[in-house]
């Protein structure tokens, strides 16, 4: 009994570590229960400022299912005003949770009776309402309570939000200053109505009020990298790398914050600066591994290939789940003219069984120049594999050097089209190529520049 007594009333939280203790202290006791009220009760009698004695037992029993064990434990110290307003919560919401709402908006108009200090009973109310999707009664319960001024700074915010989206501007930004003075450790107020601005579509305010946050000092280093985002958008790339290494120094665990500058380099087309970046996040621990793809992807396009190769090999090394990753490289390097990285890719993608049909069609494209019968046998596998593919614009496209062959691929482009008679032999540039008979569905044969992409 004499370490019961500590366990129940000098712990300063419940959390986790506690909870774990309470359900090995009533396995290893049956009579534990019976032992934690004797100790609670002779506590209450000797210290009249005692309180969440029973609330505490009441709470370790809810976190471990029993509901009506913890409801009569609760009741215990609600008759004896004993319950602190953490616990008169977990009540609240403990009634709610059984649908007896009138209940627990008694119990909140009694408690704040009692106690002029306590604060978001209403607010409680209103997180239910907001499950049941009834926003209305969400809104004008978080404003009862914070017109008592019984809204603590989390609901603040949260109340800010939702003044914001009903257009209540200046509104929304009272309650997040309010939220501020209430609590110096708030962050992230003005964060949160940025997102709201987002989701809006009005990024002007939104890049405004991260940026108000963060010369309040009270933005985290989540939402700096968005910051970073918008001073690069708006050509303070300086500020923006800085503001993404002062995140990385606050936050051990962010990723991918270069990255979201890569990609504004990305669509300025400029491939290096965007690899560069890149670069920076991978060489840091940084890049998240669903994010390796996308970096391979940019190397390629600024012509690493073996650095696009390395960061998928990777992203396979760590689990990704990936489909034609070698092979969107491959296309890049046939695009630059490199079509021995592109082949070697090509066959890397394929020997691993990951080269969708398309690409398997780009592949017997770029095989048609050197070796036509492993460009038709190809072709036929994904015939084979894929009886629904007629007539794709890679098929129509494979420049061959001789007739004998552009008969032959002629013959498997008529037998995908439905019919010998819809598909004719055109000589361009000095080869064969299959095509539709005019007035025939679909687009004419064109044979792509030597090098490039056979289909987007």
Known sequence: MSSTEPFLFAAKSVDDAWLAEFVRRRAENAAWLEECRAVVTARYAADPAA???????????????????????????????????????????????????????????????????????????????????????????????????????????????????????????????????????????????????????DESDGDAWLARDHALQRLSPAPRLRLATALARGGDWPAAEELVAAAYRDDPKLRDGYLRLARLKVSAEDWAAAAELCERDRAAGRLSAGALPECAQIRGQAGDFAGATELVAQALAAGAKLTDAYANLARLAWRAGDTATARALFDRERRAGRLSSLRRLDYAHLLAETSPEEAEDLVTEVYAANPAIKCLRAHRRHRVRTRARAVRVAVLLSGSCGGASDTRLVRRGGAFVGARRRGARGDAARPGPAGRLADG
Not at 90 to 104: F, I, P, Q, Y
Not at 136 to 141: K, M, N, Q, Y
Not at 145 to 158: E, H, N, T, Y
Not at 163 to 185: F, H, N, P, T
């Open 51 to 201: 309180r969440d004695g029973f609330s505490r037992v009441a709470y370790g029993l809810l976190r471990g299912g029993d509901g009506a064990g913890a409801l009569a434990w609760y009741e215990d110290d609600w008759k004896a005003d004993r319950m602190g307003r953490w616990q008169f919560l977990r009540l609240v919401e403990l009634l709610l949770a059984w649908h007896r709402v009138s209940e627990a908006e008694t119990r909140v108009e009694q408690y704040y009776a009692r106690h002029p200090e306590a604060r978001d009973g209403w607010a409680t109310i209103a997180a239910h309402a907001q499950k049941q999707n009834d926003a209305v009664r969400a809104t004008e319960l978080l404003r009862r309570d914070a017109a008592a001024g019984r809204l603590s700074p989390f609901w603040l915010v949260r109340l800010a939000e939702i003044e914001l989206r009903g257009g209540e501007k200046a509104r929304a930004e009272q309650l997040v200053l309010e939220a501020y003075r209430l609590d110096a450790g708030q962050r992230d107020g003005f964060a949160r109505l940025a997102q709201v601005g987002y989701d809006g579509g």
